[in-house]
């Protein structure tokens, strides 16, 4: 099967893992740069070209978009989607993820726990705003931040209010939840793909540091999860829509809340604490759902006419 990764740098150890686990399985795979893929729109006809040539014969694709090309980078992928090209997480379930906001609305409209989140954009109803959450401490993210940046802990009303009114300033889209107090700076990342958790990992924060990313100087040790915690990250990449994600949870006294669904999870940390295979089940599980779309449609994607070059 012919593999496409989508992903700005082929060294990163993400795109290396992924490129090794389909070569070690007999799949040929390539990195495509989503920034040099170019498209032809046409009634009926879907054309990429990279680097100079026409993309053909491509079974399914894995996007690894970063946050800063979202709107390029799914644009990409929707073509690919176009063209009959199968991909665990399409463009759509890509932008329902990256958006905060919605992904918080349709994960509570499904019932799952979450910190309770408040967003508004008048200054004038910013008392009432803050009235409707509660209490400080206060988190304030910004809307499409990644990998803890953008996110601020107001430990006072008088704080929270100085933040919201400078990135209002700044015309910032961001929004306010609750302070889980009982995390304790650690969360769980779950690595969903298909309908299973393939790891997990606790992520502890620094002394004095309220983010537990790995980026943010977390470290990241073994856990076991509960069958609540199992269950709340599938629901969780299944109402966004991903086959493929990395989900966040806090453990409070309401049981699991769900802090955000990565689209694009790294896979150094939980395949080093873990010790998981993460890379081997997403080919296998891209594989396997390739396949019978492959045998439909004769190895024909979508945009492309038989026998034509």
């Known amino acids: 099967m012919k593999i496409a990764i989508l992903s700005r740098n082929a060294k990163l150890y993400s795109t290396q893992r992924l490129v090794q686990a389909a070569r070690e399985r007999g799949h040929t795979v390539r990195v495509l740069d989503p920034l040099r893929c170019y498209l032809k729109i046409a009634p009926g006809q879907f054309q990429l070209n990279y680097k100079g040539k026409r993309l053909t014969g491509i079974d399914a694709v894995i996007p690894r978009i970063g946050a800063s090309i979202t709107r390029y980078g799914t644009a ?3 073509q690919f989607e176009l063209m009959g090209v199968f991909t665990p997480n399409s463009s759509d379930a890509i932008l329902r993820a990256r958006d ?5 609305q349709l994960l509570a409209g499904e019932g799952i726990g979450l910190p309770t989140t408040v967003f508004g954009d008048n200054p004038d109803d910013t008392g009432d705003l803050l009235s409707l959450l509660g209490k400080p401490p206060h988190v304030i993210k910004l809307n499409e931040g ?25 015309y910032a889209n961001f929004l306010v939840q609750e302070f889980i107090a009982e995390a304790d700076g650690a969360d769980i990342r779950c690595f969903v793909v298909g309908d299973e958790v393939v790891a997990a990992m606790r992520r502890q924060a620094e002394p004095g540091e309220f983010r537990s ?5 977390g470290h ?18 299944r109402v966004v829509g991903l086959e493929v994600a990395g989900v966040d949870l806090l453990r409070s006294k309401k049981g699991p809340l769900v802090l955000e669904v990565n689209s694009s999870p790294g896979l150094e940390g939980i395949e080093g604490v873990s010790r998981a295979d993460v890379a081997g089940a997403i080919i296998d599980h891209v594989v396997s759902r390739a396949a019978p779309a492959r045998r439909r449609s004769g190895g024909t994607p979508r945009g492309r006419s038989r026998g034509k070059k």
């Open 76 to 78: 990409v992928l929707r």
């Open 100 to 104: 905060k906001l919605r992904c918080h």
């Open 146 to 170: 990644s990998q803890g940046a953008g996110v601020i802990l107001a430990e006072r009303l008088s704080a929270s209010r100085s933040v919201i009114e400078a990135l209002r300033g700044l």
């Open 213 to 217: 990313n790995l980026h943010r100087g």
């Open 220 to 237: 990241a040790s073994k856990i076991r999860l509960s069958a609540a915690e199992r269950e709340t990250a599938l629901l969780a990449a």
